[in-house]
């Protein structure tokens, strides 16, 4: 019987390079040009390193599409997933100028869909080698494609929550008057990759007032007998999915007032997880929440928006937030993490990672939302 916690190997096939390639040129775009990064791994499962040397994947619209990879990197391209695909890898030499090799297949004036992460040397470069081109963002063509979540990588997002949540389980190990959010950072870092992750991708310990700094990391100070402490932490599995869940604690008894600051954010975020759904927009979602919030008193005091897309990065569409009128759609996974924020006092942020089904929501994040107070 499969191990529901081990990370699946996921299937690419050239169905995703069919389908980017169709969404560019509906947009008026004639090829893509698609640097490392998960933009690269998405369309191609190759997971390539940013370096100085050129690996790109140039899909253009009309003609075959092939990845242009340095002679060094070509046997990690070869065994990667991009060898199985209807994609031609074509290596090239230290001597060779690759801009040249790419420009030459394709038409000299063409609008170019640079993906939104690619180096801005390389960009250039291209621009050199496409004099008479015109570059624009790749983002909104990719960022639809990557937006709604087969059922492979809703299941890959399960399993990075999951290993997120076991990481929560232990806060009671480490948590400790005496000890700097640096050292309950590190062993946080351990944990991350013992859990389950391959890659530690971000650890945030704010204690006492730092609990107010929404992206406070770690720092020297040390925990105190009372403190409220925000844990905000995510990392990356071997499928390239990424987890991300924020928990609150108290060592020992809160300072006055802050449980019932807990009680109406923890009122808050269970609207909003309850309400995401098709159809609602992401505005409308981030109102339920900021309406809760705002009616208690501290409206002034939730100072972000409510969430962001996850998958193969932490940060990715759709974003919840007001002014976004994108309705949500069966696969979106997104955040759903307002917070409170007393500046210089404490504050506290609850975070879960959601899926949008078909008739509602699956939340991803299974670990008690209620405020954890350990020995103080």
């Known amino acids: 019987m499969p191990d529901p916690d081990r990370p699946l190997p996921l299937t690419v096939t050239s169905d995703r390079l069919r389908q980017a390639r169709e969404a560019a040129g509906r947009t008026g775009i004639d090829a893509l040009l698609i640097s490392p990064g998960a933009d690269l791994r998405y369309l191609t499962g190759y997971h390539a390193l940013p370096l100085e040397r050129l690996t790109c994947l140039v899909l253009p619209v009309e003609g075959d599409p092939f990845l242009l990879v340095p002679a060094l990197e070509e046997p990690a391209a070869q065994a990667s997933p991009a060898a199985g695909l209807d994609l031609e890898i074509i290596s090239w030499q230290e001597t060779q100028d690759p801009y040249a090799i790419a420009a030459a297949r394709l038409p000299a004036r063409a609008t170019i869909g640079v993906d939104n992460r690619m180096w801005a040397e390389k960009a250039m470069a291209f621009q050199a080698a496409l004099p008479r081109s015109r570059q624009v963002l790749a983002g909104p063509v990719l960022g639809e494609l990557r937006m709604r979540k087969s059922s492979q990588e809703v299941q890959a997002l399960r399993q990075a929550a999951a290993a997120i949540d076991r990481v929560h389980a232990r806060m009671a190990e480490w948590l400790r008057p005496g000890r700097t959010e640096r050292e309950v950072g590190r062993d946080i870092a351990e944990a991350i990759t013992a859990e389950g992750h391959v890659q530690v991708d971000f650890v945030i310990v704010g204690s006492g007032p730092n609990s107010a700094s929404p992206h406070h990391e770690v720092s020297d100070r ?42 109406v954010l ?39 928006r409510t969430g962001h897309g996850i998958g193969l990065e932490t940060h990715e569409e759709p974003y919840i937030v007001a002014g976004s009128s994108r309705p949500l759609e069966p696969g979106m996974a997104f955040s759903v993490e307002p917070g409170i924020y007393l500046a210089g006092r404490y504050g506290a942020r609850i975070e879960d990672i959601v899926v949008c089904t078909p008739d509602g929501a699956e939340r991803l994040n299974r670990s008690t939302r209620e405020l954890t107070v350990v020995p103080g």
Do not use: K, M, N
Request: hydrophobic content about 35%; some cysteine.
């Open 222 to 263: 040390a925990l105190r007998a009372g403190d409220p402490v925000v844990v905000d932490i995510g990392g990356t599995t071997a499928a390239g999915y990424c987890s991300d869940s924020t928990r609150c604690y108290a060592l020992g008894e809160p300072p006055a007032g802050y449980r019932r600051l807990y009680e």
């Open 266 to 304: 923890l009122r808050a975020q269970r609207a909003q997880t309850d309400a995401a759904r098709p159809g609602i927009t992401a505005e409308e979602l981030d109102a339920v929440g900021r309406d809760v919030i705002t009616a208690a008193g501290y409206g002034e005091q939730f100072l972000h």
